[in-house]
């Protein structure tokens, strides 16, 4: 089961070298945060395409202070957020199809 979302955020811990370089490649105007274009962006390129308003939905869940952007630690979190969920997705997903299918009772 997920931990809520404040868990998450709690859970901070050094960045990893190459998700710092990440972080720097993904903040194009060089601001030292990443907002909601340049995350879907990111997430694209990572192979996890987004919407835009699905990128802002994470974005809001991480920013901690409400600046309708991250910080590289918050983006840490983020990051961190993303593999699980994508790792609890590929736990349920037996038939390895990428998809989830959902049974009701009698069929």
């Known amino acids: 089961m997920a931990l809520p979302q404040q868990q998450w955020q709690q859970q901070q811990q050094p960045l990893d070298p190459q998700l710092q370089g990440f972080f720097m490649a993904v903040d194009k105007d060089r601001s030292g945060q990443i907002d909601a274009e340049e995350l879907r962006q990111a997430l ?12 802002r939905i994470m ?35 037996k038939d390895k199809t990428g998809s989830l299918t959902v049974w009701t009772q009698g069929q």
């Open 44 to 55: 694209s390129q990572a192979g996890q395409p987004f919407s835009i308003e699905a990128s």
């Open 59 to 93: 974005l809001r869940m991480f920013d901690q202070n409400g600046s309708g952007t991250i910080t590289m630690q918050e983006f840490g979190s983020l990051h961190h957020y993303i593999m699980q969920m994508q790792a609890a997705f590929q736990h349920v997903d």
